[in-house]
């Protein structure tokens, strides 16, 4: 029996239970509600001789430590291992929704981004060269409409080409955080390097970037697996290497490469329309 797991990740109100309802023909709740709970729901349907497992996971700008959330999918994404991740992202607001992106990146993770509402990306007057950002981070790129179902068969014969491995766009890029955290991250992953690398769950370099931001999670989860003992006091001076350095907070520096990555990406590709031009009197 041939099955694929799928699980969706994207920020709130990407469009992710819409997505999940369609495709599964389930009846979800769709829209705003606070008070979110660390939940995801399972559904399944048919595609291309396929059965597809698919979870709606919770809603997250981002994958650091610092919410239940963002922990939920995390270790979601690690520990059960789907098939492919379908990020959805709102095209409407790619800025801030790639954010979340690259830290699938980081985390070496099979995606396909849903280029979702990309309705509203038209009715905008927007142009985006989506296929020419898709080239340039590796990742496919569909535009889709949740609502109405708009590319929904096309996101899903883009993941089974994924899992055959027949997805001609897919190629490993790691986002450059530059010279200095570079060389911290290097010298992190010869240290990790010397420990049983098959027992991590998580690729190594990412391990090295989540340290050097102090991730509590990552932390106690090397605590626990690690027997290298100095790795938190060489931990400690690359981050003071790179403090210093950059007259920055590392955990910042590295936030704002994150940003700088997708700015870089969005400058060649996409051409917002501004109020300005649309005025007409
Ligand atoms: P979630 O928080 O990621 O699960 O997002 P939802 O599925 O709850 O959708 C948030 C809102 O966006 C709802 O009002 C949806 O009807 C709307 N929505 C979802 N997909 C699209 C789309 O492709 N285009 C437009 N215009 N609206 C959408
Ligand atoms: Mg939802
Ligand atoms: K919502």
Redesign the pocket.
Known sequence: KKVITVALV?N???????LFNIASGAHEH??NYGGVTVDSKEGRFKHGGYTFKIVDLP?TYSLSAYTPEELYVRRHIVEDKPDVIVN?VAASNLERNLYLTTELIDMEAPVVVAL?????LKESGSEFNYQKLSKMIGIPMVP????TGAGIGELFDTVIRMHEDKEPTVRRVHISYGNVIENSISRLNIKLEKDKSSRLIFPRRYISIKLLEKDKDIESYVSAVSDNGDLFASRNAEVKYIEETLKEDAESALTNARYGFIAGGLKETLKEKTNESDRTR
């Open positions: 994207g709130p109100n990407a469009g992710k239970t819409s769709v829209g809603g959805i979702n509402m990309y309705d509203e889709t409409v949740a609502k």
